[in-house]
């Protein structure tokens, strides 16, 4: 079986730069989550998709921030003018009947 | 006052002891409770979730839920040094789709 894949793993990038951030789901998971984490806090919600529909979206995700799904597969994360705020793990979930959400592992952004 | 409060610990347990950890929840409209091990640099990977009062055990770990107290706790029995990681707790409300997270509690398991 396999797992949530994210691309890239790692990735730093200069203030004020775009970066964009992919997810692969479980193979047949409808639901998709994208969430941030910062160093010694724990996960906070930033999108949610099922299917290819954004059906909730969090304060946090400011306008700088874009997220898709367009086939229902796999996701992206766009971040635009990146901010040193933004230096943090991204991470997606997927879900699909059940309500237990499967991490992928992460990409890890750093702004210079 | 958060919405998902967990104490940061270090909590330190000797080697083949029981980690107790706790987590509180402000949302009456919880309904789903999980628990996530993430080790240092890692994501997190989900442990157990429980969904009625009562509890449930899966090998080592048992997660007990109190939804009238607004609690949900997870022993982890016969510690060992791999089992040291933070553990976060998590809940879903019953009309929503997202997690809302704890900040994790650290564990350390002494040899």
């Known amino acids: 079986d396999t797992g949530v894949s994210q691309d890239p793993r790692h990735k730093i990038t200069k203030r004020g730069q775009n970066v964009t951030f992919r997810c692969d789901p479980i193979s047949e998971h409808n639901r998709l989550y994208w969430y941030r984490q910062t160093l010694g806090q724990g996960p906070e919600f930033l999108t949610y998709?099922?299917?290819?529909?954004?059906?909730?979206k969090s304060r946090l995700l400011s306008d700088r921030f874009s997220a898709e799904r367009p086939k229902g597969s796999f996701s992206t994360l766009e971040i635009q003018r990146t901010e040193q705020g933004d230096s943090a793990m991204y991470l997606c979930a997927s879900t699909g009947k059940s309500y237990e959400q499967y991490f992928g592992p992460g990409t890890r952004l750093t702004v210079t | 006052q958060k919405e998902v409060e967990q104490n940061s610990g270090p909590l330190s347990v000797p080697e083949g002891a029981i980690a107790s950890l706790n987590c509180t929840y402000s949302?009456?409209?919880?309904?789903?409770f999980f628990w996530y091990r993430q080790y240092s640099g890692k994501s997190p990977e989900l442990i157990m979730f429980?969904?009625?009062?009562g509890d449930k055990e899966d090998g080592r770990f048992t997660a007990q839920l109190n939804k009238a107290s607004q609690y949900v706790s997870l022993l982890i029995r016969d510690s060992q040094p791999s089992d040291s990681a933070t553990y976060l707790c998590a809940v879903k409300r019953a009309a929503g789709n997202k997690l809302t997270f704890g900040g994790g509690t650290r564990v350390l398991v002494k040899p």
């Open positions: 429980i969904y009625s009062n």
């Open positions: 998709f099922q299917n290819e529909a954004q059906l909730e």
């Open positions: 949302d009456r409209g919880s309904q789903s």
